[in-house]
């Protein structure tokens, strides 16, 4: 928020900027239905409002044009002033925003929901070891800031190293052609024996690559079990990526 009211102060400016009434309790104002119509409709036309009253105190005139710019929920906002009140600015430049907020709202909780479990679903796709190995593999693949081994964070994926990523559009072919795995495995100089295979379609990452002599490993993250009249038989099964631990 504060780098963003710089730059334009910078080039002088006036400027506002909005916490959008959370002040940081963020989820609890959630629970609050008129913290949540500040938050996702009334801050910034009331900001704006606002804003142009002090400008105009302060001056003795009122501002000759307006702006508007943000990103992400920012881009929310710009999108809804739009809508909402289009005579608070001159102009708005809104990056990201997320129109169709309801669907999108619910797509984010069902994606939490799926990803992390709830007391329903007691098999997310993704458990705290299989989270810790991939977050461990990323940091392995890719360089840490200065070499320093205690930043566990991941600066740029540009820097990254895996030893072989195979994109469908570079190649003209992909899943569950035999020749993708073919191809893979040329990269990466491994025989089928070598090789495991760990997706959740049955045809394409399963059948495709048995046919080639490589062990294929049906990933269940729902625990729906194998469709009975399916004549396709994973040489395992797991519910959880962690269980490739064991």
Same mark, same amino acid.
């Given at each position: 928020?504060?780098?963003?009211?710089?730059?334009?102060?910078?080039?002088?400016?006036?400027?506002?900027?909005?916490?959008?009434?959370?002040? %940081?309790?963020? $989820?609890?104002?959630?629970?609050?239905?008129?913290?949540?119509?500040?938050? #996702?409709?009334?801050?910034?036309?009331?900001?704006?409002?606002?804003?142009?009253?002090?400008?105009?105190?302060?001056?003795?005139?009122?501002?000759?044009?307006?702006?508007?710019?943000?990103?992400?929920?920012?881009?929310?906002?710009?999108?809804?002033?739009?809508?909402?009140?289009?005579?608070?600015?001159? %102009?708005?430049?809104?990056?990201?925003?997320?129109?169709?907020?309801?669907?999108?709202?619910?797509?984010?909780?069902?994606?939490?929901?799926?990803?992390? %479990?709830?007391?329903?679903?007691? *098999? $997310?796709?993704?458990?705290?070891?299989?989270? *810790?190995?991939?977050?461990?593999?990323?940091?392995?693949?890719?360089?840490?800031?200065?070499?320093?081994?205690?930043?566990?964070?991941?600066?740029?994926?540009?820097?990254?190293?895996?030893?072989?990523?195979?994109?469908? %559009?570079?190649?003209?072919?992909?899943? $569950?052609?035999?020749?993708?795995?073919?191809?893979?495995?040329?990269?990466?100089?491994?025989?089928?024996?070598?090789?495991?295979?760990?997706?959740?379609?049955?045809?394409?990452?399963?059948?495709?690559?048995?046919?080639?002599?490589?062990?294929?490993?049906?990933?269940?993250?729902?625990?729906?079990?194998?469709?009975?009249?399916?004549?396709?038989? $994973?040489?395992?099964?797991?519910? #959880?990526?962690?269980?490739?631990?064991?």
């Amino acid at each position: 928020m504060y780098s963003g009211m710089a730059i334009a102060l910078r080039q002088n400016y006036a400027t506002a900027s909005t916490d959008d009434g959370t002040a %940081g309790d963020i $989820p609890g104002f959630l629970l609050d239905p008129n913290k949540v119509t500040d938050w #996702r409709v009334n801050a910034v036309h009331e900001t704006a409002e606002n804003a142009q009253s002090i400008v105009q105190g302060f001056y003795g005139t009122a501002p000759r044009h307006s702006y508007f710019t943000g990103c992400s929920k920012g881009g929310s906002e710009a999108s809804a002033e739009m809508q909402r009140f289009p005579d608070d600015f001159d %102009g708005i430049v809104g990056g990201a925003c997320a129109f169709g907020g309801t669907h999108n709202q619910v797509d984010s909780v069902w994606n939490i929901v799926q990803t992390n %479990g709830n007391a329903t679903n007691t *098999t $997310p796709l993704l458990d705290e070891d299989a989270l *810790t190995l991939l977050h461990s593999a990323v940091l392995a693949a890719c360089p840490q800031e200065g070499g320093v081994e205690t930043d566990n964070y991941l600066n740029d994926p540009r820097d990254c190293h895996f030893d072989h990523i195979q994109i469908e %559009g570079e190649h003209g072919f992909g899943k $569950p052609e035999e020749r993708a795995y073919n191809h893979a495995m040329e990269v990466l100089g491994v025989g089928p024996h070598e090789t495991w295979m760990v997706g959740d379609n049955l045809e394409w990452e399963v059948i495709s690559p048995q046919r080639l002599g490589i062990y294929a490993i049906w990933h269940d993250g729902y625990g729906v079990g194998l469709p009975p009249d399916s004549p396709i038989r $994973p040489d395992r099964i797991i519910h #959880r990526l962690s269980e490739l631990l064991l």
